[in-house]
């Protein structure tokens, strides 16, 4: 169920602050997944995003905040902002994440945590090991959002829904934004949102 995909976003946390301090040395560089080593389509049939989003440095962590944006409904912490569609009903789900609810079933998380460093590869890797997926999530290729590189994962959450998400580092935090796809909404619809939301990414 989409409810007990979002706990991906839980898990990864409690790996990356075990992870802190250890160095995951790629020459400093954010390198992205090989599309060799990456999966050709999403098996939750999403599609992959491929579009542009913003990159910024953020500082020390802080208390979520939710407000309403003239277009939808902003989600903020620490590292991140995303515009979530009208209709949200915006929660904290714990230090570093927040996420907006619909009525549909759907919601899209956005979260950070200290970057424990890494190239994109790696990141995603780890991403998709830690997850709670009811099925491991499937590693695409990168994408692109407003001039930042994001890794991309993807995968069932159960009957008949989908979660994907998408994860960059600020070179400060591992910043992620993830999107629960209710069974029955179509890939454009999908899409539409995938594109709504990252395409108002504000990092920092």
């Not at 898990?11 to 160095?23: E, F, H, N, P, R």
């Not at 079933?105 to 090991?129: H, M």
């Not at 960059?168 to 890939?187: C, D, L, N």
């Amino acid at each position: 169920m989409l409810s007990r995909a979002r706990t991906v976003l839980l898990s990864l946390t409690a790996a990356a602050v075990a992870m802190t301090g250890v160095a995951c040395s790629d020459n400093g560089s954010g390198d992205d997944p090989d599309r060799s080593s990456t999966a050709a389509a999403s098996p939750t049939d999403a599609g992959s995003a491929g579009s542009t989003s913003a990159s910024a440095e953020p500082s020390e962590p802080s208390e979520p905040s939710e407000s309403e944006a003239p277009d939808g409904t902003e989600l903020r912490i620490e590292g991140i902002s995303v515009v979530a569609p009208q209709g949200a009903k915006p929660q904290e789900l714990g230090e570093g994440l927040i996420s907006a609810d619909y009525a549909d079933g759907s919601f899209v998380n956005a979260g950070s945590i200290p970057d424990y460093g890494g190239s994109l590869r790696e990141l995603a890797q780890t991403a998709a090991e830690t997850s709670r997926f009811p099925t491991p999530p499937t590693v695409l290729a990168p994408v692109e959002y407003v001039g930042q590189r994001w890794w991309h994962l993807a995968g069932p959450a159960g009957l008949g829904d989908r979660v994907e998400s998408f994860g960059t580092s600020t070179g400060e935090y591992v910043v992620y934004v993830e999107f629960g796809i209710p069974q029955g909404t179509s890939r454009a619809d999908a899409q539409e949102r995938i594109e709504s939301v990252m395409g108002s990414v504000e990092l920092g």
